[in-house]
């Protein structure tokens, strides 16, 4: 296996052409071949900046024959790029078989950081962003979608998500229904594009926004809920520390099984106590 080969994850604009970093360029035009989730969409990025370099369509639902020719490529020292139709390539887009393979086989993968629409929502969002999790796209039907915003709205942190625009008012009713209109929240549209939004304040006020304008509800969006207020999180103990604390109660009291896992997991030790109770009962 040679050692030359590099499979680059370039990012590349979300809207605004010029959001393409120099070194993407650089990359896309010196690599020998460029894997594209859609050839057709990415041929404007590449007449765009005069990029001649080969491009070859790949996405998750490429054949496992496709994968193997492009790590097979990688292997014989070939450098490629690995590019989605817009934003960071593996974030909700494909990428993500070709990039754990080619780790796996112990070949070089460097990624060529850009935009991507989550990040560049939250920066300019005026949300917190100390700690946010991003949970790709809201469910489509609407009973999945309230317990979605059950459980993400329950966090400590600041929630991340797409969403659609044919279905962002129903999603918008359901999480003032599920989290009250009080809750603060931003929803980015058309970021980088002429059309560009943030509808800030509540979700409350997001709904009259889009109730009074039907354009809001156009475009790419990301919606971003702030974390629910100290006394409503839900403090859960996740599957992980579940087994950690019965494997370790199976041979500990308790109290001692609970503080050795507090102290690896973060939950706190009253929790994993009771729990703990609860399990040796
Ligand atoms: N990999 C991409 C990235 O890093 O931004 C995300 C791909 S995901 C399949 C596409 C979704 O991202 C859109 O449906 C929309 O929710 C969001 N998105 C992409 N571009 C956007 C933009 N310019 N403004 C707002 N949201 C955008």
């Known amino acids: 296996m040679s050692k030359d080969g590099v499979l680059y994850i370039v990012a590349t604009p979300i809207g605004n052409l010029d959001d393409l ?22 041929k404007r990025l590449m ?39 817009a934003g960071t390539p593996l974030i909700n887009d494909p990428g993500y078989r070709i990039v754990s393979e080619a780790r796996e086989l112990g070949l070089t993968v460097v990624p060529v950081p850009g935009p991507s629409a989550p990040i560049t929502a939250l920066s300019a969002s005026g949300l917190p962003t100390d700690s946010f999790a991003f949970v790709g796209f809201v469910p489509a039907k ?31 009713e359901e999480a003032v229904e599920v989290l009250g209109g ?6 980015a549209r058309e970021l980088t594009k ?21 354009n809001q509800c156009r475009g790419e969006m990301v919606l971003m809920i702030s974390p629910a207020e100290k006394e409503q999180c839900v403090l859960e103990i996740d599957e992980p520390t579940e087994q950690m604390l019965m494997a370790l109660c199976d041979e500990l009291p308790p109290k001692k099984a609970a503080s050795l896992v507090s102290q690896f997991s973060g939950v706190p030790k009253k929790l994993l106590y009771q729990r703990a109770v609860e399990l040796k009962s």
């Open 182 to 187: 009080e809750r603060k929240a931003v929803l």
């Open 194 to 214: 002429t059309f560009e939004t943030f509808l800030g304040g509540t979700l409350g006020d997001i709904h009259a926004a889009l109730m009074a304008d039907g």
């Open 142 to 172: 609407s009973h999945a979608r309230k317990q979605f915003f059950e459980r993400h709205g329950a966090a400590a942190h600041t929630l991340v998500c797409f969403e659609s625009p044919h279905r962002v008012l129903a999603s918008i």
């Open 21 to 42: 970093s120099v070194r993407a360029l650089n990359t896309l035009k010196s690599v020998d071949l460029i894997a594209a989730e859609d050839t057709r969409h990415s």
């Open 47 to 85: 007449n765009h900046f005069g990029i001649d370099t080969k491009l070859i369509a790949y996405h998750d639902h490429s054949s496992e024959q496709k994968s193997a020719q492009l790590i097979e490529r990688l292997a014989a020292g070939e450098k490629i790029a690995l590019i989605s139709d």
